[in-house]
């Protein structure tokens, strides 16, 4: 039986959760998560997890704060001045919208206030500071 390592093709069935039961994100045995170990499509620091075991395997892992997503950035909050601003409404806070980086693409941010100042917009992953519950039930794997 092959062991989870880098470069393994794995199938995974998995719930990821705040310790309050709030779910982030799923997969089942029916519709699981496929992905090939280290090519970067989720968290480091979920996939070490798993590292290590079989299929047929489960685990339940709490995840510290900064472990599977980093710690808040205080440089990633800005205050965008409203003449800078080319939006069709204007957003509440809590929302998350999409600005247009130079580059064409776009990233998201959270609004966290808005005012005559402009809008302070917060551009950290959702997730970061926050511990995760990730349980994890392995399929398959292929190495």
């Known amino acids: 039986?092959?062991?989870i390592l880098p470069?393994?093709?794995v199938s995974l069935a998995f719930r990821l959760t705040l310790p309050d039961g709030t779910e982030i994100d799923a997969a089942t045995e029916q519709a699981p998560m496929e992905l090939l170990v280290g090519d970067g499509s989720i968290s480091p620091g979920l996939e070490f997890a798993f590292q290590g075991m079989e299929a047929g395997q489960s685990g339940r892992f709490d995840?510290?704060?900064?472990?599977?997503?980093?710690?808040?950035?205080?440089d990633k909050v800005f205050t965008i001045p409203p003449d800078d601003l080319d939006?069709?409404?204007m957003p509440e806070a809590g929302q998350f919208i999409e600005f247009e980086l130079p580059s064409?693409?776009?990233t998201a941010g959270r609004v966290l206030d808005?005012?005559?100042a402009g809008l302070k917009v917060d551009f950290n992953h959702p997730l970061?500071?926050?511990p995760l519950i990730f349980e994890v039930h392995v399929l398959d794997v292929q190495c």
């Open 104 to 106: 064409g693409e776009t």
């Open 7 to 9: 470069g393994c093709q």
């Open 1 to 3: 039986m092959s062991t």
């Open 128 to 130: 970061a500071g926050f």
């Open 87 to 89: 939006v069709e409404f």
């Open 114 to 116: 808005l005012s005559e």
């Open 63 to 74: 995840i510290p704060p900064g472990m599977a997503f980093p710690m808040p950035d205080p």
